[in-house]
């Protein structure tokens, strides 16, 4: 009957992927199967950790973190918890052998976002280090299966990957995080007086992550290079939409990709990796 729980376990994660990202339960989707559960549970852990900081207003999230990072922790020493995203990702942790270290920096950034609401370069740095590049690595462990030479060998080009899509994901969030919750990212950027030379400093900075991340990608596995390289597109086609825009419309606007433009991706990458042009 622990299969069956732990499978649940599994399912619960899914759920929560399915639900809160169109974009990357596609890519998963389009990984080999067997990593679809490792993935699922590693995106479940990270969404409601984010979800802490994020959206429980009226709680106390310090004291919710707190308990968060304990509950996990003790998980993955006990290597069971009731409560399933944990449970499941602990499972992912152990087996895959996951840098303990990751999972840390991991929440501390979770943790930054309680009390930080600007950075200078060097806390910059360390939130994309901890909000983005590592959970590109635990990705990275699942597809490397234990072949560590490989994990070595891309792990600077998976870092890239979480930097560019976190990088993005600020760009497209400027409304919410600037306007609603006080937070800037950017180090030296004003948002009271954000010029187009601001974004396209930022736009410089991103395109050299994806550059860089690219020649990791085309070096996955052939199980995980469709699904990663689809979450790659996505987020370029993303940034492209940007990079047409003036500031002041993403100062003011979401910008998004259409449903339809994500399954045409999905689509292409589909029928690139089965032609073998990938």
């Not at 339960?25 to 699922?40: A, E, M, N, Q, V």
């Not at 304990?70 to 995203?85: G, H, Q, R, W, Y």
């Not at 500031?247 to 029928?271: G, H, W």
Request: hydrophobic share 40%; with cysteine; net charge negative.
């Amino acid at each position: 009957m622990m299969d069956l729980y732990n499978t649940t376990t599994f399912e619960c994660s899914k759920l929560i992927t399915e639900y809160y990202s169109t974009s990357f339960t596609l890519g998963i989707k389009t990984l080999d199967k067997r990593f679809h559960f490792p993935i699922y549970a590693i995106y479940g852990f990270v969404r409601y950790a984010d979800e802490i900081v994020d959206t429980f207003h009226g709680f106390d999230k310090k004291a919710l973190l707190n308990t968060f990072t304990t509950d996990t922790f003790k998980a993955i020493e006990d290597k069971i918890s009731l409560n399933p995203v944990i449970h499941s990702f602990q499972m992912v942790v152990n087996e895959y052998q996951i840098d303990h270290d990751l999972i840390r920096a991991f929440l501390h950034s979770m943790e930054m976002d309680l009390y930080q609401s600007e950075y200078n370069q060097v806390g910059y740095e360390e939130y994309i280090y901890g909000s983005a590049e590592v959970v590109g690595l635990m990705c990275l462990r699942v597809f490397c299966e234990g072949n560590n030479e490989m994990y070595q060998a891309l792990k600077d080009d998976a870092r890239s990957l979480g930097s560019a899509f976190q990088k993005v994901n600020f760009l497209r969030d400027i409304k919410s995080d600037f306007q609603e919750r006080g937070r800037t990212y950017f180090p030296n950027v004003d948002f009271t007086n954000f010029t187009l030379k601001d974004k396209q400093l930022i736009e410089d900075d991103i395109q050299a992550d994806f550059d860089a991340a690219y020649r990791g990608i085309m070096n996955l596995p052939k199980g995980a290079k469709a699904g990663v390289y689809l979450a790659y597109k996505y987020y370029l086609r993303l940034f492209d939409k940007i990079k047409g825009c003036p500031a002041s419309k993403i100062q003011n606007e979401r910008i998004r990709v259409p449903d339809f433009q994500k399954v045409a991706l999905l689509a292409k990458t589909y029928f690139q990796f089965r032609l073998n042009v990938l």
